[in-house]
């Protein structure tokens, strides 16, 4: 197995009996999970950035959160609206996202 470049966690509120429910899974934390997949996939970059849904980190208030290793940068309110440019200027560009950073 190859190490990615970039390892992206979404919090999708995953509870450890398998529910999904809280905060960021009310405020689309699938969805957006579902849209870093795509835009991986469109950009060819599976090999290289992977993706992966978490449980709660504990700042639900900062929901739905993404955080994106190994820059050990934290996003906070992302929207799904948000991916595109997350990917474009930070995981493509190397320039993190200031106005959704916590």
């Known amino acids: 197995m190859n190490k990615p470049k970039s ?4 919090c999708t509120s995953s509870r450890p009996n398998g529910q999904q429910k809280g905060h960021c899974h009310t405020k689309n ?6 849209k870093f997949m795509e835009e991986i996939e469109e950009r060819e970059l599976g090999g ?3 993706v992966t849904n978490t449980g709660c980190f504990g700042i639900c208030e900062k929901g739905p959160v ?6 050990n940068v934290w996003y906070g309110s ?13 995981i493509e560009g190397g320039t993190p ?6």
């Open 7 to 10: 390892h992206i966690f979404v």
């Open 29 to 34: 934390g699938v969805e957006i999970v579902m």
């Open 48 to 50: 290289e950035v992977f």
């Open 66 to 71: 993404v955080v994106v290793y190994p820059d």
């Open 78 to 90: 992302v929207s799904p609206d948000d991916v595109e440019e997350i990917m474009e200027k930070h």
């Open 97 to 102: 996202v200031k106005r959704l950073e916590i």
